[in-house]
């Protein structure tokens, strides 16, 4: 009986990597990455129980504490990476206050282009005038408002100008 239980309590390293093939393709059917994290720990688990003569009980340990590693390192590190800062399918109110730099200046008869290091609204580069101020190509500026598909503009230093005036 007892030679039974350690029969049945006996993982080969073969084991752990079905099973972390098996929780890598279960993981192309959710949507979420749950089980890929335990996949790729089952799989180190079998590498490491090939290459050392480890215990049943530390095989599940390590696989248990590399799961809570990986999951802890998707959520904390690799998921804010993935975030989508573009700002693409919202209001064209979320563009005013963003800082962009001109990279063609604006002109009374003609329009200037502002371009954000993160595409806003989906573009990098926007048409942009300002309100009678004059600004040069590479200078920041700041989004004060919208008119039609044109942003209006104005530097970044008469902006500071302008607060630093109405906390006097």
Known sequence: MVARMEILWMIEPWHWLVLGFL????EMF???FAS???GAAAIIVAALSWLLPISVSVQIIVWLVLSAVFLLAWFKFIKPLSVDR?????GGSVIVGEVGMIIVSPQLDKAGTVRFSVPIVGAAEWMCRTRGEQVAIGDRVVVTDIVGNELIVSSTKAQAAMHKSMQV
């Open 30 to 32: 959710v949507p979420t």
């Open 36 to 38: 890929l994290w335990f």
């Open 23 to 26: 929780l890598l393709i279960v």
């Open 86 to 90: 573009t700002k693409a399918g919202l």
